[in-house]
Structure formats: C-alpha cells, structure tokens
C-alpha cells in the first residue's frame, strides 16, 4: 500500500536560508530540483508504506562555504509510513545552520503545509 509523505521546511526570518537535499533511504529524488527544500516551502511525495531513513544535509553554496559553516552537516530520522495515512517531516535548523528532522503530529503539520510554498509533487518509485 501507499502513504502521503509530507517535508516541510517552516520559513524562519532570522536563519541562514540554506538548501537541505533531502533524501529517502539514501537516495535522492533523481531528476527533481524538488528534493532541495529552502525554508518556507515543502514537497509531498507518494511513497510505500514501510519503515524508512529520512535524510537532510546542507547543499553546499558559495555562502555558506565563505561564512565558515561546516556545510557536510546532516540529520537522518527513521519513521514508519502506514497505508492510507499521512506523515509529516518538519525541517529545522540548529544552532549552526544544519537541518534537524522531526515527525510532527497531523494537526501541527498541516498547518506549516498551509503556510509554505508547495514544491512540485513527486511520485516515488
């Protein structure tokens, strides 16, 4: 069976506007600009229902390069999709501008969705 995944990178006036490429099992989305998240937009994605590794690293840029930032920084989360249900990753940010991944509850995450830019929905394999 099949499961919405939600990611959703919440805007944060006062942060580093850092790429995150986000990756499912360790692979990324192939192809779709979609799977680098800036803050304040979220993709969703069609995904089988399993146990998987949900990952995030800073791109790395001619900014965050030059500011020092140790931009290798990454974050993995394993979560549990269930068919027909919905699951929503929050991307944050830590103190030194790399991401952090969270599951957040349906009611919480559909409200950062509502205020975010929606990326060009994927389908995965």
């Given at each position: ?122 389908l995965a394999n």
């Amino acid at each position: 069976g099949r499961a919405m995944l939600y990611v959703v990178r919440p805007w944060r006036g006062f942060s580093l506007d850092n790429l995150y490429r986000i990756t499912i099992d360790g692979q990324p989305f192939t192809g779709h600009d979609m799977a680098d998240l800036r803050a304040g937009s979220f993709f969703q994605v069609l995904v089988e229902a399993k146990t998987m590794r949900i990952g995030a690293q800073v791109v790395p840029s001619v900014m965050n390069i030059r500011s020092g930032l140790p931009f290798l920084q990454r974050a993995q989360l394993q979560i549990t999709t269930r068919r027909g249900e919905f699951t929503f990753v929050r991307v944050g940010v830590n103190p030194e501008g790399g991401p952090v991944l969270t599951v957040v509850a349906a009611g919480e995450g559909q409200a950062l969705v509502e205020h975010a830019r929606r990326l060009e929905s994927i389908l995965a394999n």
